[in-house]
């Protein structure tokens, strides 16, 4: 072979260079729809499923590319407003609540409303969610799952031990059946101590006295609610629950109680529906635990909501805004959204979804016809620890007064109370 | 390579890194303190509204709690780094066999990042897991160290954790300053018949009180800095008893997308560093002119 002379090797290399070049001008006809996401759940369960959403994304012949960010939504939210000032915002991104108002502001996002009509999606999903993904009047995101936030989980050898026979349904019954857990040497309440944890104690506490209260309260911040009885009560109740729970808790999430909970040591755990794919992913069975509404001292059980929806920016690339179109249309089938709640243990963002279906529990079933009779009665809150009724500054602010509240005994809840209409006033 | 072209590769060596570096930090302390006099929450705007967020920013419970830890950790810090680093270098100063040895193992907690040492101290201060649940094991019932979880005493868990890393650190600055002790000073004091003791007292310490100050700075602002060591440990918690200002400064900035008062936030922590570091910064000058004239 004759030994390569400097000519024919920067004929090779330069021919090497335009190869590519070569290929993509073949492809160019062919728009391959792609689609980058950025979300928090890297993890457990919320992983699995956002993995499966994925696999789904590529069976319809997308390509698929998610870069979860590890913690809660505020890590993905820095990663994400790095992204829109870098100019380069992802297709989907996580968001919800206020936020989805707030960031539509700073970015350019998609309108989406055609698609939606298309799918005839408006009308099957609650008036709350889906006012919230229309900030300016257009739909700009689409909403995934719903969690009941107010859910109480009984450990089954917990109630056991503590010879109960029902669950509590108001306050006052549940008072009882926790003092009567401690009488059996149990911790009744578990709690991670984390603020959110703390934050959303509240929440249920004050949800479950009054829905319309907290919605006055929490919701649109007036003041008068929040100088109400109502609300001096839930802190009372929240004094409480800071009682009954492990007092060598310190900031740790509240999975770590879950092997005790499932062993009977710990009896009651108030939490969203998510805690339901936990504990199946922590090894237990259904028939470990029994789930239903959190109490509620008056009415039916009322529905405090947590919602996770996707947000669309405005990319400019023909394969990104070919992916977003692919995307919308499979969140908006129903049986995608069956396919995710499964997974995680939330209840589809649509209410026409059937949930007697095989692989749904009695807590899904029991949380989405509760979904249904709340918006007909008009008894659907949304959460504030999990930053749905406020945006993020009002909402730490307040936390802060709670989660301080939670830990610190020395508090009255009178006290309480005006810390957190201070709180509220100078976030303002 | 003619003599001309050398000095200015050595000119540019020095001045374009030395420009960069200080540069970035200079226009960014600049952009910060301008963001502050701001409006910004999600997004830098750029319209002026005078003190408004530090007035927001001072009023938070947050903000003040901060404040009121930054002095307990700080002086708790400073005071127990300074005294176990002395009291390791006296020892170590007394030629033992090991002294090398020793001296790796005392600096070894140096190496090791703030975060492990918060997370491996949050399990030992457990009550349920560490050091009370160990005391209980053995028999001892009646023993209680649940500073982790009361928050009025979670904060002095803050000062053992950030104590044992930083002792190794003044350990070995001092050893350096009791080894620079003239020799003629000490023998001069065992011929006056002082024991060990007066003569640590009375000759030793009062001629390496420079590195006391220097100590003291070095740890003060470590003190101020403190984040990682926090988030670690303790999370902020229980409640928010055991905030410190990078804390409250990340809290505003990235957990409630309010750059304004973040930035606000960051040029109060700003201050109180140079509250620390100007006093020190005119003792040296004071120093170097009395050394001039002398």
Known sequence: MPHPTRRRLLAGSAALVAAPAIARAQTAGAVKPRVTVISQWSAGSDGAAITALGKVFEQHGGIWQHNPVPGFTTEMMNKLRAEILAGDPPAISQLKGPEIA???????????????????????????????????????????????????????????????????????????????????????????????????????????????????????????????KQVLAAFEQTRRFADWMNPNIAAQSWPVNLPAFMKGDMGMVLMGGWAQGNLLRAGATPADFSSGPAPQDSGPPCFDLNADCFMFWKQKAADLQAGQKLFAGIV??????????????????????????????DGQRNSAQNLRNAIAEKRVVLSLA???????????AMIDVLTEYVHNSTITAAEGQKRLINAVESAQ | MPAGVGRLLTQLAIW??????????????????????????????????GLRNYRNVMRTANFQIAYV?????????????????????????????????????????????????????????????????????????????DWLVEPDKAIYTL????????????????????????????????????????????????????????VLVILLQFAIKTFDLVRALTGGGPGISTM????????????????????????????????VLAPYGLYVRWRRRRQARA
């Not at chain 1, 908006?332 to 692989?359: C, F, H, N």
């Not at chain 2, 410190?244 to 109060?268: K, N, T, W």
């Open chain 1, 102 to 228: 707030a960031w539509s502001k700073i970015a350019p996002t998609v309108d989406i409303t055609p698609w939606v009509k298309e799918a005839g999606f408006e009308t099957k999903v609650p008036v709350e969610l889906a006012k919230s993904c229309q900030p300016a009047g257009h739909w700009v995101a689409l909403p995934l799952q719903v969690y009941r936030i107010n859910t109480l989980f009984l450990s089954t050898k917990g109630m056991e031990r503590a010879k109960l026979t029902k669950a509590p349904t108001t306050w006052a019954e549940f008072n009882e059946a926790a003092a009567k857990m401690k009488a059996a040497g149990m911790i009744p309440l578990a709690n991670g101590g984390i603020r959110w944890d703390d934050g959303m104690k509240f929440e249920i506490a004050l949800a479950g006295i009054d829905p319309d209260v907290y919605r006055r309260a929490i919701m649109q911040l007036d003041t008068d609610a929040l100088k109400s």
């Open chain 1, 332 to 361: 908006m089938q129903p049986t995608v959204e069956e396919m995710y709640s499964k997974i995680t243990g939330s209840i589809p963002a649509r209410t026409d979804v059937d949930l007697t279906a095989e692989g749904f529990t």
């Open chain 2, 69 to 145: 830890n930054l002095v307990i950790y700080g002086i708790g810090f400073v005071a127990l780094t300074t005294a176990l680093g002395l009291l390791l270098a006296i020892l170590l100063d007394q030629r033992v066999r090991a002294e090398n040895a020793l001296r790796t193992i005392f600096l070894y907690p140096l190496a090791v990042s703030f975060v492990v040492t918060g997370t491996v101290w949050s399990w030992l201060l457990n009550p349920g897991l560490g050091i009370q649940k160990l005391a209980h094991n053995i028999g001892w019932t009646g023993f209680r160290f």
């Open chain 2, 159 to 214: 000062i053992l954790a950030g104590a044992w890393q930083g002792a190794g650190f003044a350990m070995a600055l001092f050893l350096a300053g009791l080894r620079s002790v003239d020799t003629d000073l000490l023998k001069a004091a065992q011929i006056d018949g002082a024991g060990p003791w007066r003569t640590y007292r009375r000759v030793v310490l009062p001629t390496i009180w420079p590195i006391f100050i220097t």
């Open chain 2, 244 to 275: 410190l200002p990078a804390l409250v400064v990340y809290d505003f900035m990235f957990q409630r997308g309010e750059l304004g008062r973040g930035s606000a936030a960051a040029v109060l922590m700003l201050l109180s560093l140079v509250v």
């Open chain 2, 16 to 49: 374009v890194p030395l420009l960069i570096a200080a540069g970035h930090v200079v226009l960014f302390t600049a952009w910060t303190t301008w963001v502050s006099f701001t409006p910004s929450t999600l997004l830098p705007e750029y319209t002026w509204i």
């Open chain 1, 386 to 396: 999990h930053n749905m009724a406020q945006p993020n500054g009002i909402t730490a």
